[in-house]
Nanobody, 115 residues
Framework: VQLQASGGGLVQAGGSLRLSCAAS????????MAWFRQAPGKEREFVAR????????VYTDAVTGRFIISRDNAKNTVYLQMNSLTPEDTAVYYC?????????WGQGTLVTVSS
C-alpha cells in the first residue's frame, strides 16, 4: 500500500483545512486508516483513526469535537477535516494504514497555524 497525503498549508487560528490521503491498491477498504502528527521538537502522536467500514472512529482528546476523520472507499481516500485550528495544531500530518498495526505510512503534509 502506498499513501500520498495532501492538503496541508498555512492557515490562521480559527480556520479550517481538509487533508486527504490517497491510497494505492485494491484492498483499501480492508485497512484501518489513521492520521498522526508530529510537531516541531515533539514525538509523533496519534490523531484519529477509522475502520474500513467507517463504523468506528476514534480521536485523541486534543482534537475531539474539532476534527473529523472520514473515508471514501470508492476513491481509496481518507480525509481529515480540521476545524477551529489553533497554533498547537501546527505539525506534519501523516496518514497511516494497517490491519493489526500501522505498517504503511505516507510522506506527511505540513500544517501551519498562525496566531
Amino acid at each position: 500500500v502506498q499513501l500520498q497525503a495532501s492538503g496541508g498549508g498555512l492557515v490562521q487560528a480559527g480556520g479550517s483545512l481538509r487533508l486527504s490521503c490517497a491510497a494505492s491498491g485494491r484492498t483499501f477498504s480492508s485497512y484501518v486508516m489513521a492520521w498522526f502528527r508530529q510537531a516541531p521538537g515533539k514525538e509523533r502522536e496519534f490523531v484519529a483513526r477509522i475502520t474500513g467500514s467507517s463504523a468506528t472512529t476514534v480521536y485523541t482528546d486534543a482534537v475531539t469535537g474539532r476534527f473529523i476523520i472520514s473515508r471514501d472507499n470508492a476513491k481509496n481516500t481518507v480525509y481529515l477535516q480540521m476545524n477551529s485550528l489553533t497554533p498547537e495544531d501546527t505539525a506534519v500530518y501523516y496518514c497511516a494504514a494497517g490491519l493489526n498495526s500501522f505498517n504503511y505510512w505516507g510522506q506527511g503534509t505540513l500544517v501551519t497555524v498562525s496566531s
